[in-house]
């Protein structure tokens, strides 16, 4: 008898379960319970830099290699804007006319990637290693393939040669005759005459 009763206590237990889950479904949004925002897009683009520097000696033999993200600064994202959508430049730190961003430079600075401008970057000094435009560029165009989408991705490569005394060389950016895109200070890397240093800068523009 103990067993029979317990039974029906059991069965009411789970249809009083039952019904307060039922009842709290039904007062969500459709929305609320899949997990998925109304306001949200899953789909967001994004724009994901990444460097490697590599150093030769006179040689050709490989003497040291980095790599590591880069950081799009402030003054990136406001040139960007403006190109793309013609705003007014009176309320961007963009020069008034923004260009190719297509000059690759070297430097010493510590300052935040961020916040990197050229009036903050500490260029490096010595012949061969001036701010100059990339020797390579290649795109991979952005593609739909069975319902999966290919970012597209641009490189940016340029073959520094020095031809002066040692140089330490900690950071590098991508910029235009006036603003810096992208900018990223990395571990030194010491040139000495005749050393090569190779920088490639990928940018990814996700979907």
Known sequence: MKYSNSIPLVGLSIAVIGILGMGTLSSAS??????????????????????????????????????????ITNLGKDCAISVL??????????????????????????????????????EVSGTGLAATTATSQTMTASTANGGSTQNAVVTLTKQFTSATGTTAVSAADLRDAGNIFAAKTFSAITLNNGDSLTVNWALTFTS
């Open 85 to 122: 959508f013609g705003t007014a430049t009176a309320t961007s730190t963009c020069v008034a006319a923004p260009s190719t961003f297509n000059i690759i430079g070297l430097g010493t600075t510590a300052a935040l990637d961020y916040a990197s401008t050229l009036g903050t970057v500490s």
């Open 30 to 71: 459709p929305e609320n319970v899949l997990g998925v925002s109304q306001t949200s897009d899953s789909h967001q683009g994004k724009i994901l830099g990444h460097i490697t520097l590599i150093q030769k000696d006179k040689y050709g033999n490989v003497i040291s290699y980095r790599q590591t993200d880069n950081a």
